[in-house]
């Protein structure tokens, strides 16, 4: 007997919005890789200019390409601003290869920019848009990928199914995407789609909401000048401070995960997923309340 396949989520209904950013999406992500391919490949080429091979130990590894990518941006720059780049540290048949990946990045950047745009117009189609654009730090953009990652979100039946989706979820009691550092690259990818994970939507989501929300909704301790203390080495003169509602909800998970004992930064990325969780959560509540809107009234009894 053959096994009935089941979609991972319902396709949505054709020529609507959320079916046209999915398709966009499909295609942002297209350029993102080729964006990334540009620029890892040359790195690549100047590292190794630099004599770098698998067979040095990974700090040096690590700083040489540090030191490739910087080459990079600095031709690139020359490039944008019409100069010519001189440097002995490269080749300058190096220095030509740069520009030319550079020319031809710059038309993944246009196509890229161009898809966004219209995926920006598209997702103030949704009727949830007035909802999500009182939300300090999410803006069409944001709601137009994390739609397009997740389909319609009716579809979903909880929140926790949603969080799952977008990479969000706690199973066997620990973090969806967290598995044992040992694992090969082959087992590593297994066990992800074991548990339903994809590192590559869940890097969308921690990029909209985990990273850019967070930033509109929480401002860090500032000196004086307005400046990180950290950085300055000057006093605190405003204390970190919520901006918005999901940024109180931050603020409280983090001084939470400290008190039981977490580090600074294992307090700091559980508070903004935790962040993150609230909001999926609030934006499922919210569009599913507009749908129960819509539905029908029953008809009065004769």
Known sequence: MKTAIVPIRPAP????????????????RHCIRSQSRC?????ALVARSFGYHTGLPEAERKKIFKVARALRLTVETNAKAGRPTSDPRIPSQVV???ETSYVARAQWDRLRA??????AVTARQLDIWPWVKTVRGVAELGLAVIVAEAGDITSYSGPA???KR?????????????????LSRENRAEEWKRRGYNPARRAEVWAFLDDTMFRAQWRGDRDEDGKQ???TGKPVAVPAHALGTFGAVYGERKAWNLARGLGPKHADNEARRFMAKRFVRDLWIAWRDLEIKRLPMPAEAA
Not at 114 to 119: F, L, R, T
């Open 229 to 231: 203390p950290a950085k």
């Open 114 to 119: 161009n898809i966004e745009s219209q995926m």
């Open 96 to 98: 030509n290869i740069i």
């Open 166 to 182: 977008l990479g969000l979820a706690c199973m066997d009691g620990i973090r969806q995407g967290r598995v044992p550092p040992d």
């Open 161 to 163: 199914k949603l969080w």
């Open 13 to 28: 209904e054709p020529g609507s919005p959320i079916a046209a950013l999915m398709e966009m999406q499909s295609l942002r």
């Open 39 to 43: 620029d890892r490949s040359i790195e």
